[in-house]
């Protein structure tokens, strides 16, 4: 575990610090985006107070016991916006200032352009858009049916790849099996890569989708402190899957790039960045969290070991169905 740099806050969390700490993870992610001459700011501005309120309140996470089966999970399916993934990592104290800024995107640095399980608290690689939550339906799949364990399956997704189908078929099954430890954030801030997505912050069909799937949408302002809060709060422990459609505008906080196209992908240039951390209010001493813990007692580490499956066995000349062989392979 790293020291964080400058000064070091353990905080109560009130409102008015959410909000610095939103502006601290937007500052950090156009630092780290900007030092790099690539990556995603815009898309990491757009989703910060609701990884700030997530983080601080909600994310019952071990941060240094990565292998305590008890903790949360954090899927981060729309994974360009790792700047701002790495910047929570730094609000929590597990990497420093000069990693996240000199080490993003950088060859050989664990801080790559999308997050990978290099990093003990990246759970699946993502980036790829449409297969985030996918992932998090087998993790809160295995959480519920397999090993019993009280975590919580939090996915972040961009409206962009909410045209992905496989994110429908995913929500069906999370449904299915009343995956209600399963919660999507969708951060709906209108803008994709090469323009206005397919519904904008039409928050209402999107609504009737995600209810239409058989899960509980919940449409809230993306920027808003309480709204984000109460969200949070209703989305753990419900019967089915949560998705939180919050409204937000992508690169909010800075307004020479606020809800205008064109700037997905695109670091700031150093110019630019020093007028946006400006406007943002500053590089300021860091909020360093003190997270919530997992539920219960912690149990121990998982060991390999055990008896070795017993596989069915096949000769020459037996006739066998595929899916027959293939599930008793699944069953073994």
């Not at 995956?179 to 209402?204: K, S, Y």
């Amino acid at each position: 575990l790293l020291t964080p740099w400058e000064l070091d806050m353990t905080i109560g969390i009130d409102n008015d610090t959410l909000r610095e700490l939103a502006a601290q993870l937007r500052v950090d992610s156009i630092l780290a985006s900007t030092s790099a001459g690539s990556g995603h700011p815009t898309s990491s501005m757009s989703e910060a107070h609701l990884m700030a309120v997530l983080l601080s309140s909600h994310l019952r996470y071990e941060w240094r016991h990565t292998d305590d089966t008890r903790k949360d999970r954090l899927i981060f399916s729309k994974g360009h916006a790792s700047p701002l993934l790495y910047a929570m990592f730094a609000a929590v104290g597990v990497i420093g200032e000069d990693e996240l800024v000199n080490g993003f995107r950088r060859v050989g640095s664990r801080l790559q352009g999308h997050p990978t399980p290099i990093l003990p608290w990246v759970d699946v690689a993502t980036g790829s858009l449409g297969q985030g939550l996918p992932d998090g339906v087998g993790i809160a799949l295995a959480g519920r049916y397999l090993e019993h364990l009280p975590y919580q399956v939090w996915v972040l997704c961009g409206d962009g790849e909410l045209a992905e189908g496989s994110v429908w078929e995913a929500l069906d099954k999370a449904a299915h099996y009343g995956l209600g430890n399963l919660t999507v954030i969708a951060d709906i801030n209108r803008l994709g890569q090469r323009g206005p997505t397919e519904l904008g912050w039409n928050l209402g069909v999107y609504q009737d989708r995600v209810n239409a799937f058989g899960a509980c949408a919940i449409a809230i302002d993306g920027h808003d402190i309480g709204e984000i809060d109460a969200a949070l709060t209703a989305a753990r422990g419900a019967a089915v899957p949560t998705v939180i459609l919050a409204k937000t505008v992508k690169g909010a906080g800075f307004s020479d790039i606020a809800d205008k196209e064109g700037g997905h992908g695109r670091a700031l240039p150093e110019d630019r960045a020093e007028r946006a951390v400006a406007e943002l209010g500053g590089r300021r001493p860091h909020i360093v969290l003190a997270c919530p813990e997992p539920e219960g007692s912690r149990p121990p580490p998982r060991t390999p070991g055990g008896a070795s499956p017993n596989l069915p066995r096949y000769k020459p000349g037996d006739l066998v169905a595929t899916r027959e062989a293939f599930g008793a392979a699944l069953v073994a």
